[in-house]
């Protein structure tokens, strides 16, 4: 594929946020460290602290890959070779994360994966003497199966139809029988792609928790890059959180800490993406994840009779640290616990968040690291191409909207004058000349006649988008064209990448859609990217 990239702000699907992180806005730098370029790469590596359990993460990671060997799909030996990197000192991880979506969810899961693994590569290219891992962090302990049961692919809406409670990750997949074989149906993949069709046959029917299915498929997918997956719902990996959890829920820092942040945020007029609670950890069961709240002097579990005085609760956590889940705003604390990380890689809101933390980070004396917005991208078939070649558009025009489009088009395209603007320069010259006249006469009259000529142009502007809409009527049939290329990229005005699933792409293009996206994704030139079929 060929690529083009553009401005992220001129695509007007990013957040003035976003794009002032980007742009290094000095406002914003009390909420990071280290800026996303390699300068900043180098600084953290330099001043990064120690991870103590790279021995356990890496046992961890061994136990939770067993499974895929069970399988009879072997573990890549890149990924068996990234797992034991882990143990080593100089060696760190580039990590993204999403929701256990079904099917992968939205295309930009992929994408976040795939600047993960391009950005480990670059990294490796700069500091040969470091190794650097590209991670996936499965959410497995969200609870929000509303947002992952689904997914869309070819304007159609694949969902999982069932009544779910607790973590995602320890769903029993007995039930989605349904949504897969409607998802194997709409992608046509038993006749077009018989590997993707084995790849997510196996993945739900053979592994009995939704965890272990997704981290089978995103394995099938990735494995040749060396991604490693991690399930952070384990009892070893939480033991390392303990001192966090217990100093938090007690001493409620984090509310504390991130209130002030938000509050700092505001006035510099960004858009608050979470908000923290008094407790930011749920109690996690089977079927069971529920909020912690601190009432009438005992630490209560909503919804359900569990409760602990104080000193109850720190010997749960000491024995139990696996049954306390963190929430959105204490995840990212534990994941930087438990990894060597030096980069998250997010959406826009995902990265506005991550500025809301970087004070907590500071309290409990852990590294913050360096965001990076995810690549983003739009996938454009050869069909669709040639239409928008031959009507005379480039790539960034594609992201006006569909009225500006068809002005364009007319403008270019009509034997007929459209524009009044030397109807407009002889009536400014007119007004002038009374302007001039009326203030000979009375000074004061000025103002009257400043906007009497300010309702003529309204007026003018007016009559003019009027021919244009007149004219657009007489080229209806051509402009119809421009409606179906901008609904075909963007579904119900958003865009490709948060609202289309990969399968597709993926029946059409193969494990070649994927070298593509590392291929030509930049994850530290700040740039959307256009990929066009050739």
Not at 472 to 496: C, E, H, M, V, W
Request: hydrophobic share 40%; glycine share 4%.
């Amino acid at each position: 594929m060929d690529a083009n990239c553009i401005n992220y702000a001129e695509t007007g699907f990013f957040s003035k946020t976003i794009v002032s992180y980007l742009d290094n806005d000095p406002e914003l730098k009390a909420f990071y460290n280290y800026r996303p370029d390699l300068d900043g790469f180098k600084q953290l590596i330099q001043n990064k602290r120690p991870t103590p359990g790279r021995q356990l993460l890496a046992d961890v990671l061994r136990e939770q890959y067993a499974s895929i060997a069970d399988t009879g799909f072997p573990v890549s030996d890149l990924v068996n070779a990234n797992i034991e990197l882990l143990r080593s000192e100089n060696t760190y991880t580039i990590t993204t994360g999403h929701q256990l979506n079904i099917f992968t969810g939205p295309f930009y899961f992929i994408f976040k994966i795939a600047s993960a693994i391009k950005l480990c590569k670059q990294l490796k290219a700069e500091f040969p003497d470091q190794n650097f891992v590209p991670v996936y962090w499965m959410a497995s302990e969200d609870h929000d199966f509303a947002e992952i049961n689904h997914t869309n692919a070819g304007g159609k809406k694949i969902q999982w139809n069932l009544d779910a409670a607790g973590a995602t990750g320890r769903l029993n997949t007995k039930t989605i029988r349904e949504a897969l074989n409607h998802y194997k149906g709409v992608l046509g993949m038993d006749n077009h792609a018989p590997e993707l069709a084995e790849i997510v046959e196996t993945a739900y029917s053979r592994f009995d928790q939704l965890a272990d299915a997704t981290r089978y498929m995103v394995n099938a997918l990735f494995a040749q890059y060396g991604l490693v997956i991690v399930d952070a719902d384990d009892e070893r990996l939480k033991q390392l959180f303990a001192p966090i959890i217990e100093q938090d829920i007690i001493g409620q820092h984090s509310f504390k800490n991130i209130s002030d942040s938000n509050a700092a945020l505001q006035k510099l007029g960004v858009h608050i993406q979470v908000n923290p609670r008094e407790i930011n950890f749920f109690y996690l069961t089977d079927g069971l994840r529920e909020r912690i709240v601190f009432e009438h002097g005992v630490y209560q579990v909503l919804n359900s009779d569990i409760q602990f005085t104080e000193q109850q609760l720190r010997q749960e956590i000491e024995q139990h640290a696996d049954r306390f889940s963190p929430n959105v705003v204490m995840r990212p604390l534990y994941q930087e616990v438990i990894l060597p990380n030096l980069a998250y890689i997010g959406g826009g809101a995902e990265i506005v968040y991550w500025l809301e933390l970087k004070s907590n980070f500071d309290f409990y004396k852990v590294d913050f690291p360096i965001l990076l917005l995810r690549n983003s991208g739009l996938v454009i078939h050869k069909e669709a191409a040639d239409k928008i070649r031959k009507m005379g558009f480039k790539t960034a025009d594609i992201f006006k909207s569909a009225d500006n489009l068809k002005t364009m088009w007319v403008k270019q395209h009509s034997h007929n004058d459209l524009t009044l603007k030397e109807e407009w320069r002889e009536l400014h010259c007119i007004f002038e000349r009374v302007k001039l006249r009326s203030f000979k006469i009375d000074p004061t009259l000025a103002p009257s006649t400043e906007a009497i000529q300010a309702r003529l142009k309204h007026a003018i502007d007016n009559l003019e988008r009027k021919i244009v809409k007149a004219e657009k009527r007489n080229y209806d049939t051509r402009l119809s064209q421009i409606d179906q290329i901008k609904n075909a990229l963007f579904p119900n005005g958003s865009l490709q990448e948060r609202t289309e699933n990969f399968g597709l792409f993926y029946v059409k293009y193969g494990r070649q859609l994927i070298d593509d996206l590392i291929e030509k994704f930049e994850p530290l030139d700040f740039k959307f990217t256009v990929l066009t079929e050739g």
